[in-house]
């Protein structure tokens, strides 16, 4: 590995750990913008919970036509 790809991993490792944690599995949600929209969430019942609260709240956005349909 080069000594910039090594930097870019280690980089990369710092800010998920700094975001999630050590724990697995965990989950973020970044926006649009790329800033932190939700979570850190640690564990696999809140992962699946944070997941279906996305979920509904994005079948409400739809449903208000806040949001496209379109894939």
């Known amino acids: 590995m ?4 090594t930097g870019r991993r280690r ?3 710092g800010v998920s750990t700094a975001l999630v944690g050590t724990s697995a599995p965990s ?9 932190l929209a939700g979570g850190p969430v640690n564990g696999g019942s809140a ?11 994005l079948a409400e ?11």
Do not use: K, M, W
């Not at 989950?27 to 913008?33: E, F, K, N, R, S």
């Open 27 to 35: 989950a973020v949600l970044l926006g649009a913008d790329g800033q």
């Open 11 to 13: 980089a990369r490792f």
């Open 47 to 57: 992962v699946i919970e944070f997941v279906r609260e996305i979920r509904e709240q």
């Open 2 to 5: 080069t000594p910039t790809a």
């Open 61 to 71: 956005a739809q449903a208000g036509g806040e949001l496209s349909s379109d894939g």
